[in-house]
T-cell receptor, first 113, second 110 residues
Framework: DTAVSQTPKYLVTQMGNDKSIKCEQNLGHDTMYWYKQDSKKFLKIMFS???????INETVPNRFSPKSPDKAHLNLHINSLELGDSAVYFC????????????FGPGTRLTVT | GQQVMQIPQYQHVQEGEDFTTYCNSS?????IQWYKQRPGGHPVFLIQ?????EVKKQKRLTFQFGEAKKNSSLHITATQTTDVGTYFCAGEDRDDKIIFGKGTRLHILP
């Protein structure tokens, strides 16, 4: 019973393509997040969704768009992929109340060639 | 904007030695969390500190939250090979914004 799952695990694509990464959580959490981890292992929050509403939108390019069909899913769509988008993308979820701990998915390694 | 600085960026220790990573925020935090990421894995929640001056222990790990709620530390006693990984702190400010430190990568020398 995977708590937070992501698909695909690996994604190799060419510059200019559009791709999506899917995320699902079965924890009943109200908030979901997308993080980008670069080659230096820096973990940067990109978006968070609370009850299907965007509550944090960091300064990421508008080529990135989160889509949440329901509380259990938060997908990440990326348009016109660039070389600099290559990274590992983590989805995470957390409950609304304390202790606000985040549960991370296994990650999606995106390689743009 | 708010920053969360974490030092050192890398640490190599001999197995059995102690290890400490420090986290400093430019602003007062509501709480701070610590995560561990094994090589090739994903971040896993370790603990959350909320109260000023709070100290929590998990076996060989000791977590502290500063009196001003701007800094925190994670100390591992007698490191083992299973401690290898990157340790991240994540601070939540009063606007519920979460900022991760850049992590400390711990390498254990056998």
């Amino acid at each position: 019973d995977t708590a937070v799952s992501q698909t695909p695990k690996y994604l190799v694509t060419q510059m200019g393509n559009d791709k999506s990464i899917k995320c699902e959580q079965n924890l009943g959490h109200d908030t979901m997040y997308w993080y980008k981890q670069d080659s230096k292992k820096f973990l940067k929050i990109m978006f968070s969704y609370n009850n299907k509403e965007l509550i944090i939108n960091e300064t990421v390019p508008n080529r990135f768009s989160p889509k949440s069909p329901d509380k259990a899913h938060l997908n990440l769509h990326i348009n016109s992929l660039e070389l600099g988008d290559s990274a590992v993308y983590f989805c995470a979820s957390s409950p609304t109340g304390a202790p606000y701990e985040q549960y991370f998915g296994p990650g999606t390694r995106l390689t743009v060639t | 904007g708010q920053q969360v600085m974490q030092i050192p960026q890398y640490q190599h220790v001999q197995e059995g030695e102690d290890f400490t990573t420090y986290c400093n925020s430019s602003t007062t935090l509501s709480n701070i969390q610590w995560y561990k990421q094994r090589p090739g894995g994903h971040p896993v929640f370790l603990i959350q500190l909320v109260k000023s001056g709070e100290v929590k222990k998990q076996k060989r790990l000791t977590f502290q939250f500063g009196e001003a709620k701007k800094n925190s530390s994670l100390h591992i006693t007698a490191t083992q090979t299973t401690d290898v990984g990157t340790y991240f702190c994540a601070g939540e400010d009063r606007d519920d914004k979460i900022i991760f430190g850049k992590g400390t990568r711990l390498h254990i020398l056998p």
